[in-house]
């Protein structure tokens, strides 16, 4: 586990839907922190992903106690896009050439001079990725990517159509249950986790309310 502590700290990143979501440095290294532990302790489904429910159970929570936040899923998800983004931009520049690596104790990308002016001759604007220490490097790698091998620049890459699609029915299948009146919390998080480890995810969703309620009480969940 991380030791993880958080100064608030002014800082805004990203304009989304015409309103600007404040991050700070603080906010965003302690995210990715929580974010690497929660991998590291199986938070995440088969996919690799973290769903709803376990960021807004697990993961926002915390981090708003540490920094003395109010950060919502909305705004969560706004932030990983703009990491995800940071990730890509690292992954398509060891895809360009076998010649890049990564040392993990200066944080720099490494490459010969030769491939470095190849590859910035098409890229004028990414001089500070030969330039500057990326700290973040590899815990953006343990959320979003593989382990990449030295020598090797072969990075798992989820298409964002597939992430969507993945992310939405899970979403769906969490608002289905807090639809349904009379249940306790904690079986509503026990019915989300059994329909997910049943693999029941399009037969719930078909039932009807009172199905479903019926199907909960009858799981002893």
Request: charged share 35%; aromatic share 10%; hydrophobic share 30%.
């Amino acid at each position: 586990m991380y030791d993880i502590s958080c100064t608030k700290m002014g800082d805004q990143e990203g304009k989304i839907k015409n309103q600007y979501i404040s991050w700070s440095p603080e906010e965003t290294k302690t995210l990715l922190r929580l974010l690497v532990d929660g991998v590291n302790q199986n938070w995440t489904d088969a996919s690799g992903k973290f769903n709803k429910l376990t960021v807004e159970q697990r993961i926002l929570p915390e981090l708003n106690k540490i920094c003395g936040s109010k950060k919502t899923f909305s705004q969560y998800k706004n932030k990983t896009k703009i990491l995800k983004k940071k990730h890509k931009g690292f992954v398509d520049l060891l895809r360009f050439s076998s010649g890049f690596g990564w040392d993990k104790d200066t944080k720099k990308f490494t490459a010969p001079n030769e491939v470095w002016n190849e590859y910035l001759q098409g890229h004028k604007k990414d001089t500070y990725l030969r330039d500057d220490t990326f700290e973040d490097f590899e815990d953006l790698e343990k959320v979003y990517g593989q382990n990449i091998a030295k020598g090797n620049n072969t990075v798992g890459w989820q298409k964002e159509a597939e992430e969507k699609e993945a992310e939405e029915k899970v979403n769906n299948i969490w608002d289905i249950i807090k639809e349904i009146p009379d249940l306790e919390e904690n079986e509503r998080f026990d019915a989300m986790n059994l329909v997910h480890q049943l693999g029941m995810k399009a037969g719930f969703m078909s039932m009807t309310r009172e199905e479903r309620f019926r199907w909960i009480k009858r799981s002893d969940v």
